[in-house]
């Protein structure tokens, strides 16, 4: 992931991959259905699909002259929502999946905080046994990579709040330990009294608490990263990047929408962006 600074805080990009992509086929299938104009089809796989449906052919399709022509002439994008692209994004923020989230153009699998914070809870739960509970929280931290700003002068604010808000819990909640750490991984307490990275390592080791982040999704915030799986119909996609990669768009959003035109094969460009419109 490459790095950037904006306002004078340094961030990180997210990164892109795609998947999975449908093909154009199934779009000029669903075009010509609604015309029964398959016969016109420069594709002889479209040609001939009612007859002979060769489904190999037609999902390897890179160009049609079809959804070309209602795209860009008769602006009749419902067609292209039968192709789909699928794209795997690494470290956007949680303030992103949020916007996502909002304009529901798309479907969306995101890592979750329910049962992927163990790393943090440990942390702290350890922090107990050093000299400097926060110093070896803020150590820990920092190692796992979980924000997008990566400006350290900013985390170290942050994930101060993060530590005193499950120190204010914990002194609140007489159940706290029982609650952050698995049954099995509880004698770890007592073995490694004193003893901080030893503990914290046994805690990584062990059993992790399944569902760790219900009680204590208070402290996650929008600057935290995200791992997620999204799927847009390419008439969506095209409302996304009309959208997001322009230069209204919040810059976090606009980085992300630009890796993904990034990945996306021209053959869908050329449909839904007018800068690689044939």
């Known amino acids: 992931m490459?790095?950037?600074?904006?306002?004078?805080i340094t961030y990180q990009k997210p990164k892109v991959s795609l998947l999975q992509e449908a093909g154009l086929g199934?779009?000029?299938?669903?075009?010509r259905t609604c015309y029964d104009s398959f016969e016109n089809s420069e594709n002889a796989c479209i040609k001939e699909a009612m007859e002979h449906l060769d489904t190999q052919a037609i999902?390897?399709?890179?160009?049609s002259e079809l959804l070309s022509n209602l795209a860009w002439v008769h602006h009749h994008h419902s067609i292209i929502e039968h192709a789909t692209l699928s794209f795997l994004v690494q470290g956007t923020s949680r303030g992103v999946l949020q916007e996502h989230a909002r304009h529901r153009i798309q479907s969306i699998s995101v890592r979750s905080t329910r049962?992927?914070?163990?790393?943090?809870?440990n942390a702290f739960i350890a922090s107990f046994e050093a000299e400097d509970g926060f110093e070896f929280f803020l150590e820990k931290l920092l190692a796992l990579d979980m924000f997008v700003i990566i400006d350290l002068a900013y985390l170290a604010i942050e994930i101060?709040?993060?530590y005193?808000?499950?120190?204010?819990?914990?002194?609140r909640d007489s159940t706290f330990v029982q609650n952050a750490v698995a049954k099995s991984s509880l004698p770890f307490l007592e073995v490694h009294k004193g003893d901080a990275q030893g503990l914290f390592e046994a805690l990584q080791h062990g059993k992790k608490k399944r569902n760790v982040g219900d009680g204590f999704k208070h402290i996650v915030s929008d600057n935290w990263k995200v791992d997620m799986v999204v799927t847009f119909n390419i008439r969506?996609?095209?409302?996304y990047f009309d959208l997001r990669d322009s230069g209204a768009a919040w810059f976090q959003i606009r980085w992300l929408a630009e890796e993904m035109k990034r990945v996306t094969p021209?053959?869908?460009?050329r449909l839904i962006d007018k800068k690689h419109k044939k």
């Open 266 to 269: 021209l053959k869908y460009l």
């Open 160 to 162: 101060r709040a993060i």
């Open 115 to 121: 049962y992927t914070m163990s790393g943090i809870i």
């Open 26 to 31: 199934v779009a000029e299938i669903a075009a």
């Open 164 to 171: 005193d808000k499950l120190l204010f819990q914990y002194h």
């Open 236 to 239: 969506s996609l095209k409302n």
């Open 59 to 63: 999902n390897k399709i890179e160009d």
């Open 2 to 8: 490459t790095q950037t600074q904006m306002y004078h």
